[in-house]
């Protein structure tokens, strides 16, 4: 199984602020790979899929970059909608994976 | 609109069989660059992936339950199904069921159920 690993686990930060989350693979996964936001009681969202592609409807303050083994989720200025908790996951191979998730805070 | 919406027992006991369904609305099975899946997420934990099956039938699963698990298609009512045997607490999460689209470049959950409670206790 391909390993996902997100840091940091959480964070706190202020609105405006340019918030980064990294998420690396146990190997290489080309660029399948996706980025969720999960609010409380809520079902994960697509927001990024492989690795840099922005799912219809996401705002563009939200990007994701790179490929191979390291992969980032960047919100260009954070809003108050943006605390959440978000998840990496790989489409490279079976069994799908996911990281265990960032949560974003507010500071 | 696409709607996804699961149905379940919420309250089992240990050794019992958990049988989910997911009924699909706004949506055709038909479609080859669809898959149907289950994804359940323990309490205050990350999300882990149990399987996915093709309109057609063709299924594959999470080998960490791959004895315990069969999901199944019915196209005439429109919804799949998640049967896991066995169940102990450790089977305790929220269960999502979500369309996972697939193409030559990304393979993506797009759309999500609101998800069900199983607790799983004696």
């Known amino acids: 199984d391909i390993q996902m690993t997100q840091s940091p686990s959480s964070l706190s930060a202020s609105v405006g602020d340019r918030v980064t989350i990294t998420c690396r693979a146990s190997?290489?996964?080309?660029?399948?790979l996706n980025w969720y936001q999960q609010k409380p009681g809520k079902a994960p969202n697509l927001l990024i899929y492989?690795?840099?592609s922005l799912q219809n409807g996401v705002s563009s303050r939200f990007s994701g970059s790179g490929s191979g083994t390291d992969f980032t989720l960047t919100i260009s200025s954070l809003q108050p909608e943006d605390f959440a908790t978000y998840y990496c996951?790989?489409?490279?191979?079976?069994?799908?994976?996911f990281g265990q998730g960032t949560k974003v805070e507010i500071k | 609109q696409l709607q996804l919406q699961e149905s379940g027992p919420g309250l089992m006991k240990p050794s019992e069989t958990l049988s989910l369904i997911c009924s699909v609305s706004?949506?055709?099975?038909?479609?080859?660059?669809?898959?149907w899946g289950w994804i359940r997420q323990p309490p205050g934990k990350g999300l882990d992936w149990i399987g996915s099956?093709?309109?057609?039938?063709?299924?594959y699963y999470n080998p960490s339950l791959k004895n315990r698990v069969r999901i199944s298609v019915d196209t005439s009512k429109n919804h799949f199904s998640l049967n896991l045997n066995s169940v102990t607490a450790a089977d305790t999460a929220l269960y999502y069921c979500?369309?996972?689209?697939?193409?030559?470049?990304?393979?993506?959950?797009?759309?999500w159920g609101q998800g069900t409670v199983v607790t799983v206790s004696s």
């Open positions: 190997q290489s996964i080309s660029s399948y």
């Open positions: 492989a690795g840099s």
């Open positions: 099956i093709s309109s057609g039938g063709n299924t």
């Open positions: 706004g949506a055709s099975f038909s479609s080859h660059n669809h898959y």
């Open positions: 979500a369309r996972q689209t697939i193409n030559s470049r990304w393979d993506v959950f797009d759309a």
């Open positions: 996951q790989e489409s490279y191979s079976s069994p799908r994976t």
